[in-house]
């Protein structure tokens, strides 16, 4: 298998293509992304429970957490001409749990937390374009946490507002017509809402092979940049 080599200059379209390429040519990262289904599940019978709800969402955020990094190590494998098996992905997510478990709690504390509140919600808008790019930065790169989180915001330093714009606009592609048709079948059987959750289980490859692919297209271009000005520099 030929290395998929990304371009730095990839629009937005660009890059959705190639995750979408790279996601119908390997079907795979469907499994890896099913991992986190059975959460799925627990969230949905909890409704009406408001402190099952509670624990199910605290379990969908960590588990989501270590699907996704699975997930960008998965995309990041075939990127670089190399065929990765579920059980590797979650090999290096279990290598890089402390890192990782580091970044998510930054999240939780720094994201989470904040856009809980109404007058943290700017805050935590802010810090969740900046460190976006931290679990793929702890399961991509030897780092350590604070190194991940470093890496993210340099590569969003500068360009916080297209970051939004691209993420605003693509979770609203993915998400908008699962919203309505779980609202929809919600109406219908209060248990039918399950099947938007699964289509959105099996889109999650799909998000996190354009994030992984814009993530590497990032460095790069870091990279390039720090060649030509050495005060400009990422760490790998």
Known sequence: MQPLTADVTDSTVTLLKRAASLYLGHPRLALIAM?????????????GHWWL???????????SFFVV????YGSGELLAGREPGILDAYRRVALRCRTL???????????ALPLGTLVGIPVGLYLLVRWWFGPYAA??????????LRISSSIVKGAWWQMFGRTVALMSLLS???????MLLGLIEP?????????GTLLLPLSTAFYTLLFLNAVDAKLLQSAASPEASLSP
């Open 69 to 72: 990094a699975a997930l960008a």
């Open 101 to 111: 478990l580091g970044v998510m709690l930054a999240h939780f504390l720094g994201v």
């Open 191 to 199: 248990y039918l809402a399950l099947i938007p959750y699964i289509v």
């Open 176 to 182: 908008l017509s699962v919203a309505a048709t779980g």
């Open 53 to 63: 709800l509670s624990f199910s969402a605290l379990l969908w955020f960590a588990v």
């Open 139 to 148: 399961v991509l790169n030897d780092v350590s946490t604070r190194e991940a």
């Open 35 to 47: 991992v986190g289904l059975p959460v799925v599940v627990v969230n949905v019978i909890s409704r």
